[in-house]
């Protein structure tokens, strides 16, 4: 099975993290020079943190002391969610994407990270694993018995996948570039443009969308 993998030269310190102030099931995204930050509400009003640095930052932050780790987060993120307080194990992933040219083969079927590795500036690649699973257990479901892993049942389940991962992946992709882009030319309209969505929600309607799969997986191809 064929792919492809770009690196973004970016990695992703994981943490959890707690805060001076409750979250109250909120969660938040920074874009940063380095990369977006994103806390994400857990238990016992913990957060998930994924902070996503440059490459060759990355291992030295990761490394710092508590104080000084929470004290570096602190300046990039800002006070949006009160104090950094304390900081659990850190771990360190190189960001980049990959994806395979067509996840299927003679009865094997790619899902999840074997498919694809999307980075994480939307959260997007366990979500479009998991609609994967439900599109494939309803091809199983409504094939013959004896159809079951062939090639024309595995090819209509990638039919039925193919523009939900083209998009997500293009979605995902296209932020962490549009992001990570320091040219005022285009920095402008973007700031203007998320001004735009904040003060007009509908216009980010599409985004929100395909970011939590509100659409008719099965649209394009009938499954009978």
Known sequence: ISSTSVAYESSAIICNISCSQPHQSVAYERFTT????????????????????????AKFIA????????????????????????????????LSLLKTTKPIAHRVVCIGNAAHSLHPVAGQGFNLGLRDLFVLAKVITESDIEQIGSFSMLNHYWQCREKDHNRTI????????????????????????LQAMS??????????????????????????
Request: charged content about 25%; some cysteine.
């Open 63 to 94: 490394d710092l002391p508590d104080s000084l780790f929470l004290a570096e987060l602190q300046k990039t993120f800002g006070y949006r969610c009160g104090l950094f307080e304390m900081t659990g194990k850190r771990d360190i992933y190189p």
């Open 34 to 57: 380095s990369g977006p930050i994103a806390l994400l509400p857990l238990k016992k009003e913990l957060y998930s943190l994924v902070y996503c640095v440059k490459e060759d930052q």
């Open 199 to 224: 003060l007009f929600p509908f216009l980010s309607q599409p985004i929100i969308e395909q970011a939590k799969g509100q659409f008719d997986l099965f649209k394009r191809e009938s499954l009978s």
């Open 170 to 193: 293009l979605m995902t992709d296209s932020l962490v570039r549009v992001f990570s882009n320091r040219y005022p030319l285009l920095s402008i309209p973007r700031n203007i443009g």
